[in-house]
């Protein structure tokens, strides 16, 4: 598991992602297929009034694509298919029914910053 779930006392979800045994959140398919069922719990259930997306790393929200992944999966139509999957899971997110916030802590790149434009909001600390 890559992301945990928490709903608190005010119905508001928070999403930490934090990839174990890695120094840095990266975008693999497991990540967004797993990112994928958090986001239809939450639609699942209307009582969620607001979500937010963090990291439990010190110095990195999201680093992007797992770039070992494409180069593991040289078939274009595998890559075609995790790229897609992203643009599916980053749509989800822009079309919530409840607001999102991207609470950026630290690097925040390439598939990072797609994560954090489809919130409505976005905070930074650095």
Do not use: Y
Not at 5 to 24: E, K, N, Q
Not at 44 to 52: L, Q
Not at 60 to 82: C, K, M, N, Q, Y
């Amino acid at each position: 598991m890559n992301i945990t779930r928490h709903i608190d006392d005010d119905h508001v979800c928070t999403l930490t992602f934090d990839r174990a045994g890695s120094s840095a959140n990266v975008f693999d398919r497991a990540t967004l297929e797993e990112l994928d069922a958090h986001l239809a719990e939450i639609e699942a259930k209307p009582i969620v009034r607001g979500v937010i997306l963090a990291s439990a790393k010190d110095k990195i929200f999201i680093a992007g694509a797992d770039l070992h992944e494409f180069v593991r999966s040289p078939d274009p139509a595998t890559l075609a298919a995790i790229v897609d999957l992203g643009h599916r899971v980053f749509t989800r997110l822009q079309k919530l029914h409840t607001p999102s916030v991207a609470a950026i802590h630290g690097a925040c790149l390439g598939g990072g910053c797609e994560l954090a434009l489809a919130c409505d909001w976005r905070v930074a600390s650095t």
